[in-house]
């Protein structure tokens, strides 16, 4: 139904355009008769009048469109067809008032006055954006077999009915099917290598951008395409100005007959064994542009199966001749508790070390966001855009661990050493010490921030002057507090610092306790003014020039009490507490109880506050050139920076009073090129640079953290702004015909005065202390290439191709404490992987229909270290998959996927397994309208869901996994409806 549709569309467009192009062959532009020697002599004052047509949802230009202009009496005065890019121009016009008539098959026409009088030269009609007619796109509807994806322009897009779904099936399942994009370690979608910013619906903002809401409750099957493109920022897109802050955007286009009524859905579900649960709601009011959506979702059935998450919304997209409003309220409430474990393998100079760690953890989260938008337009040269947002969250965590770290591969001993880490150290003296600890901690954070927008097109074309003032203001409370109990299993000098004295204990297999209580409160503001200007200097030829000031000021306090096993009493009396004998006094159990106790001290050499002012500029000129063929901006920038610091210690200020301020400055090109072989063949390259700040806590002299005394932080108030050059490009080619797509993306990246740690090794305790310092050496680079065709003359096979490689250089320091010397490290890692996937469909007139997907994927992480002692370091992961949809004539559906890994390469032997996973549903729609699914859907049949993940930076690697919830059995009843034009559906 829909290829015929397409098809149907499609012929009359082309016929209408051929009818178009035949009349102005044949005569030109129609033009009145008027008589030469007025014409000659300048009475009659003429102007040429253009202009441009549009898709109003999905912004395309309407090649073809028809243009007729009549005066007041229907007597056509001037007619034409828009060009491939969807201009018209109406030339010679005599002035004077008429009636002017823009439309295109499939599309409601509009009328409007065009007022020429006392004009002349030429006149810019505002841009004209036609609605699709829901009545006349909704006659032609015939079955077809419809491409997967095609590229328009810089645009892929995807048909959502080319890829079948369960009945009842959310935005979120049907964004995973689609070829190019993937879901990475830390559940971000990224498209052909690019991560995915944000998700719009119809070209708008929806929810403000929260991901979850949208693709959590939107029902899959309103979405008739999903367009996956680099959205230009709001400035660049009001005024052309290339500013360079693109981001890669996942845009949902609505099913045409659904933009007209009321729709939603309410399902409940619930699971067992594992008390499983999951509701959620959406009623929504499409009107044309006009959006209105209420959400609301509970479950515990995501992630990892660990986390009750609580979520609701609402939000209104207005869309007025002169004015678009766009605003959302949005809530969210989670509670998590989790366990995790992990091995990793520090690169250290002497010979490698080897911790194992087993963490539990839990979070309460309760949070709410407002955001706005209004986009006022009154009249073709001004552009007004005002957005405030707010933000508030409140939350408490706790987090309670166990590790120990060894000299040599605990795994060529045991499957299990946390638990006989002892055993390990008796046995085979290869322990360095084991660690518990706890800690608890509450937060409340709030922030205002405002932005303001104006844009002035001044007469002559392409002339524009923009001002851009924004600002914000964010307020944080943090209430910690942390027990940390070190067992240290070699023979060793413990120097000590406690109330700014340097205390040295002989100890023996000693235990040695710490506790703080931290009180950090920390606000910050910030403002923006930007003005930018573009000057026409050619045809389609621009210089723009920008200039940006910021400013941002935070301030960060530090109120640190401390118990210590030694301390001096307040008459300098050195005393050593009950506790710390081992009487046990103090544990990890009641550690929190001796708060108000005398054994609580303020802890002088963190106490204080720190503040940092920082004033960044930028300075940009290029020329802009528009071409058929081609877009070239090109330019470079300044970026002057200045940055102070302030720090205090102490509560008068007397242990440390320092202040240090810096000037930096950055000069790059920028340039973005985009060539267009045709709308299914571009090409596209952008180099942009960025400047990154440096954490303000990381820029505190001395001491930041030592409530563990195996990992002592130190901050550093001379970290330097870091400077990132940026280098993206892509090339995507598509043949409709064959229903055949290319595509090519290549991303680079190198950072200057990147931060990391240094960090120097304590061989008797196997405590490290670190320090943030700045590097240079740190790059990235990724290619991915998208493969994806139909197959046979009926299109019922498809084959699809992902293929990508990612690479990082990451550097390091080390300070070998022996020799007296900072060592320089680099570890590199190269991560391959390729997924091919084969599918069947078929849809049969007895009403069977019929999707089979098989496939496979392999990654392969290779690492290396020019530390000599960093050791297995490559691991393979083999995949395999199948899943097949059925629908019966009878409007039941099964569905079925099995996936199967293999891991090889892990120092954890267990983690070097087979993991098939095998889900399977029923459902069944009943009642008229078949508004009501019935389904059961058992999650994990094999009961072998697992979560392993590898980490490599520049002095370690780490393996880690987390529980997860495995088999059970979910029951679930979705009521659907819908008034669509008057009709119920």
Request: one cysteine or more.
């Amino acid at each position: 139904m829909q290829s015929i549709y397409i098809m149907k569309k499609s012929i009359l467009t082309i016929i209408l355009a051929f009818c178009c192009a035949t009349l102005a062959l044949a005569q030109g532009t129609y033009s009145p008769s008027k008589s030469a020697l007025e014409s000659a002599l300048g009475l009659v004052t003429t102007v040429n009048v253009r202009g441009t047509v549009y898709d109003s949802q999905s912004l395309d230009v309407l090649p073809g469109a028809q243009i007729r202009l009549a005066k007041p009496d229907g007597t056509l005065v001037a007619g034409t067809a828009a060009n491939e890019k969807g201009q018209y121009v109406l030339q010679k016009v005599p002035a004077g008032t008429y009636r002017i008539n823009i439309s295109f098959i499939g599309y409601k026409a509009q009328n409007f006055t065009l007022n020429l009088e006392k004009k002349s030269g030429n006149f810019k009609v505002s841009d004209v954006l036609l609605r699709e007619d829901a009545t006349v796109m909704g006659e032609a509807v015939v079955q077809g077999k419809l491409a997967e994806m095609t590229v328009v322009d810089d645009t892929v897009m995807y048909n959502a009915d080319a890829f079948k779904l369960p009945d009842g099936a959310v935005v979120e399942d049907l964004i995973k099917k689609l070829p190019g994009i993937t879901i990475d370690d830390d559940g971000n979608y990224v498209f052909n290598g690019k991560k995915v910013s944000q998700f719009l619906v119809d070209g708008k903002e929806f929810f403000g951008g929260n991901r979850e809401l949208i693709l959590k409750n939107l029902p899959a099957d309103i979405v008739d395409k999903v367009k996956a493109y680099d959205k230009k920022s709001d400035r660049a897109r009001i005024t052309g100005i290339d500013d360079g802050e693109e981001e890669t955007v996942l845009d949902l286009i609505i099913k045409s007959g659904k933009k007209q009524g009321w729709f939603g859905n309410v399902e409940g579900a619930y699971g067992f064994p594992q008390d499983r649960y999951q509701g959620r709601f959406n009623v929504n009011r499409f009107k044309g542009d006009n959006k209105f959506s209420v959400v609301g979702n509970g479950n515990n059935t995501g992630g990892n199966g660990m986390t009750d998450n609580q979520s609701g919304g609402l939000t209104m997209n207005i869309q007025k001749k002169k004015i678009e409003l766009n605003g959302s309220a949005t809530g969210n409430f989670s509670q998590s508790s989790s366990q995790s474990w992990s091995n990793s393998q520090n690169f250290e100079l002497s010979s490698p070390k080897f911790n194992n760690n087993h963490n539990w953890s839990g979070n309460n989260n309760n949070g709410f966001n407002f955001q706005y938008k209004v986009e006022w337009r009154p009249d073709s040269s001004w552009n007004f855009l005002f957005r405030p947002d707010f933000s508030w969250s409140k939350g408490s965590s706790h987090n309670d661990s166990e590790s120990a770290q060894f000299n040599a591969d605990p795994y060529q001993y045991t499957d299990d050493p946390l638990g006989l880490w002892r055993k390990l150290e008796d046995d085979y003296n290869i322990g360095i010490n084991h660690r518990r600890s706890s800690s608890r901690n509450e937060n409340s954070r709030y922030n205002i921030n405002g932005s303001l927008q104006i844009n002035k097109r001044l007469a002559k074309q392409g002339r524009n002057v923009t001002l851009n003032l924004s600002g914000g203001y964010g307020d944080t409370q943090t209430e910690s507090n942390n027990y940390s109990q070190t067992d240290y299993l070699q023979s060793i000098r413990n120097q000590m610092i406690v109330d700014g004295q340097t205390v040295y204990i002989d100890v023996e297999d000693s235990i040695y306790h710490k506790v703080q209580f931290n009180n950090n409160p920390s606000n910050n503001y910030n403002f923006t003014a930007q003005l930018g200007y573009s000057e026409p200097i050619a045809d389609q030829t621009y210089l723009q020039f920008n200039y940006r000031f910021n400013y941002r000021y935070t301030d960060n306090r530090r109120n640190i009490r401390a118990i210590y096993d030694n301390f001096f009493d307040d008459y300098g009396a050195f005393v050593v507490p009950p506790f710390g004998d081992g009487s046990g006094m103090i544990n990890i159990g009641n550690y929190r109880d001796y708060y108000d106790s005398p054994y609580v001290k303020d802890d002088t050499l963190q106490l204080g506050y720190t503040t940092n002012r920082y004033i960044n500029q930028e300075l940009r000129a290029q020329l802009r050139l528009n071409r058929t063929k081609y877009e070239l901006t090109v330019g470079g920038n300044v970026q002057p920076q200045y940055n102070k610091v302030d720090n205090v210690r102490g509560k008068d200020g007397s242990k440390m009073n320092l202040h240090t301020s810096r000037t930096v400055w950055n000069a790059s090109p920028n340039v973005n090129f985009r060539y267009k072989f045709s709308r299914q063949e571009t090409f596209n390259f952008r180099y942009s640079g960025s400047t990154g700040q440096p954490n303000i806590t990381d820029m505190v002299e001395g001491v930041l953290s030592d409530n563990d005394p195996l990992n002592i932080r130190y901050g550093n108030p001379n970290l330097k702004p870091s400077f990132s050059h940026n280098i993206n490009s892509d090339y995507r080619r598509t043949n409709v015909e064959a229903q055949r797509t290319n595509s090519l993306n290549m991303q680079f990246r190198v950072t200057q005065n990147s931060t990391t740690n240094r960090t120097e090794y304590n061989e008797e305790t196997g405590g490290r202390v670190s320090q943030p310092v700045n590097v240079n050496g740190n790059w990235s680079g990724s290619l991915s290439y998208n493969f994806n065709t139909a197959m046979g003359e009926m299109k019922h096979w498809r084959v699809s191709n992902d293929m990508s490689g990612n690479f990082n250089n990451n550097i390091g320091y080390q300070y070998n404490s022996k020799e007296k010397e900072t060592v320089r490290t680099r570890t590199n890692s190269f991560n391959l992987n390729e997924r091919l996937r084969l599918t069947y469909r078929h849809d049969w007139e007895s009403g069977w229909q019929l999707e089979a997907t098989a496939g496979g994927n392999v990654r392969y992480n290779i690492n290396r270290s020019t530390n000599p002692n960093a050791q297995k370091l490559n691991v393979w992961n083999f995949g395999g998959n199948f899943n097949t949809h059925l629908t019966f004539p009878w409007g039941m559906q099964f569905n079925t996927d099995i996936s199967t890994t293999k891991r090889a390469g892990y120092a954890n032997a267990a983690a070097n397994n087979i993991r098939t996973i095998w889900n399977a549903s029923l459902s069944q729609r009943l009642l008229p309208k078949k508004i009501l699914t019935l389904s059961i859907r058992w999650v994990d049949i094999l009961d072998q869901r697992d979560d392993l993940n590898r980490s490599v930076g520049a002095t370690s690697i780490s393996d880690s996994h987390s529980q997860m919830v495995s088999s059970y059995v979910l029951f679930t009843a979705n009521l659907r409806f819908g008034f669509f034009g008057g009709r119920r559906r």
